[in-house]
């Protein structure tokens, strides 16, 4: 397994800043809106993801707080073969929400500790190498907000680290207290 290029880092970093420019216009104005004070809640997502050239299975689960427009969460993202390697983080991240109607807006960032299993294929034995490393945990959310305790969206998320940084992109909900409407 060999870890990303540095083009690879350079062109997610970018791309983040570039959504995040979208996101939060220059003069605030839309973070002024938003409509859901607060709230906690939990959500999970399915779909899938990339490491050292090899696509994966990506799953997400994430526990969340929201309070105006700060976002504070801890997450556990992975990105697997089916039988085979494997990265997976477990991090905590601080970002922020916007939320109009319906829509429900996040992008968040922290600090996470990566855990890297290289495992030999299903008949050829051995046993698996582990590395851990101290990472840049990266998420972006987009949802629909169905009702006040249920959503379902889009998530993006990354993982930048020195020892095997990999992303994904997944469908996923959200279930708990999402805020109430002003």
């Known amino acids: 397994m060999t870890s990303c290029p540095h083009r690879f880092r350079v062109g997610l970093a970018l791309c983040?800043?570039?959504?995040?420019?979208?996101?939060?216009?220059?003069?605030?104005s839309f973070a002024q809106q938003v409509t859901r004070s607060g709230g906690s809640w939990i959500s999970a997502g399915i779909g899938g993801g990339l490491f050292a050239g090899t696509e994966g299975l990506g799953l997400q689960l994430q526990t969340a707080h929201q309070r105006?427009?700060?976002?504070?969460?801890?997450r556990g993202a992975v990105v697997a073969e089916i039988l085979g390697?494997?990265?997976?983080?477990?991090?905590?991240?601080?970002?922020?929400?916007?939320a109009e109607g319906r829509?429900?807006?996040?992008?968040?960032?922290?600090?996470?500790?990566?855990?890297?299993?290289?495992?030999?294929?299903l008949f050829t034995g051995g046993s698996c190498r582990t590395?851990?490393?101290?990472?840049?945990?990266?998420?972006?959310?987009?949802?629909?907000?169905l009702t006040h305790f249920f959503g379902i969206g889009f998530?993006?998320?990354a993982n930048?680290?020195?020892?095997?940084?990999?992303?994904?992109?997944l469908v996923g909900v959200q279930v708990g207290s999402l805020g109430s409407r002003k």
């Open 16 to 28: 983040c800043i570039t959504v995040f420019a979208q996101v939060a216009p220059a003069n605030g």
């Open 131 to 145: 590395r851990h490393a101290l990472g840049l945990p990266v998420s972006a959310e987009v949802f629909g907000r």
């Open 68 to 74: 105006g427009k700060h976002l504070y969460s801890i």
């Open 160 to 169: 930048v680290n020195s020892s095997q940084s990999f992303f994904g992109g």
């Open 85 to 98: 390697d494997a990265v997976y983080d477990l991090g905590v991240l601080y970002g922020r929400a916007w």
């Open 103 to 121: 829509t429900f807006l996040s992008l968040s960032s922290g600090v996470g500790l990566v855990v890297t299993e290289e495992c030999p294929g």
């Open 155 to 157: 998530q993006l998320f």
